[in-house]
């Protein structure tokens, strides 16, 4: 049972012109430095997918995080299809906290993997299928596999690892086409998904949904580890993964960029 707090910021966002909560429906992206957020929890994010479900259109979910606003900027082609993406989740501790400090806003994350198991949940409610997209074959196929044995019920039309050449890439659209599949996982990594999406996105003629889910097939795979709940918990899942793969320093290094020029715009502000 939800506590009166916990159910009204379930149902209200931050305003940023008003300063203020209004009605979840009434949704404003939050702009953090160079990007945007949607003010959305996880229930708020699966109730825009139902909605995306009824569209005629495939509508993108990217997720937001600190890292995004140094890689989106710097080509135009990503910052047009991050920006007139549908959904833009807080998938990052950094997002959040930057959000507090500079709308006040109080935001819970929305990790992409968990958005990707509700919307799986909610393809078997709804009888939606799914295509899965990315990663290494092995990787693509036991994370199918293991969806397959936590949704029973989940309709796969199709799945393909991440590695299809350019060349080839008319097969494939097609093949996404054929199988009617009204909900794609593209998990190419970032800034490939986006790129493919805003490449391809016109010609999905079925496709309804489009979720950039990076390396999320691994983690249900298996093959890299997901942090612990603790870690998950205490909001610092990022630091597990630069434990365990010290070569993401090299992404990571712009944290410390990204608190500095939050702390300084919050001061200008
Ligand atoms: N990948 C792919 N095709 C490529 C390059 C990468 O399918 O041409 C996959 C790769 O196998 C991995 C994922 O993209 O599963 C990248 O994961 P990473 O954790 O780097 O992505 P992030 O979540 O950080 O965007």
Redo the contacts with the bound molecule.
């Keep these: 049972m939800l506590s009166l707090p916990q159910r009204f910021l379930r149902s209200h966002h931050f305003d940023v012109t008003t300063k203020c909560y209004r009605p979840a429906d009434m949704k404003d992206r939050l702009p953090i430095l160079d990007i945007w957020v949607d003010p959305v929890d996880r229930e708020l994010a699966i109730d825009r997918v139902r909605g995306f479900l009824e569209g005629n259109k495939p509508c993108c979910i990217f997720a937001a995080n600190p890292e995004k606003n140094f890689s989106v900027p710097k080509d135009p082609l990503l910052y047009d299809v991050f920006k007139k993406a549908e959904l833009l989740i807080p998938d990052g501790i950094g997002i959040v906290l930057a959000a507090k400090l500079l709308y006040g806003a109080t935001l819970s994350r929305v990790p992409g993997v968990e958005l990707m198991m509700d919307i799986c949940h909610l393809a078997t409610e709804a009888k939606k299928s799914v295509f899965i997209y990315?990663?290494?074959e092995a990787?693509n196929k036991a994370a199918v596999e293991r969806l397959q044995l936590k949704y029973p019920n989940l309709i796969v039309a199709g799945r393909s690892?991440?590695?299809v050449p350019e060349s080839e890439m008319p097969q494939l659209i097609a093949r996404i086409n054929d199988s009617g599949a009204d909900i794609l996982f593209l998990?190419?990594?970032?800034p490939?998904q986006e790129k493919w999406f805003a490449a391809h996105a016109p010609e999905l003629t079925q496709v309804k949904v489009c979720q950039g889910i990076?390396?999320t097939?691994?983690t249900i795979a298996g093959t890299v580890k997901r942090a612990p709940a603790i870690w998950q918990k205490l909001s610092i899942e990022w630091l597990y993964r630069l434990l365990r793969e010290p070569k993401r320093v090299r992404r990571q290094k712009v944290l410390p960029v990204f608190v500095c020029k939050v702390l300084i715009e919050k001061i200008l502000k």
């Design positions: 990315g990663s290494r990787v690892n991440g590695y998990a190419l990594g970032s490939r990076g390396g097939l691994d």
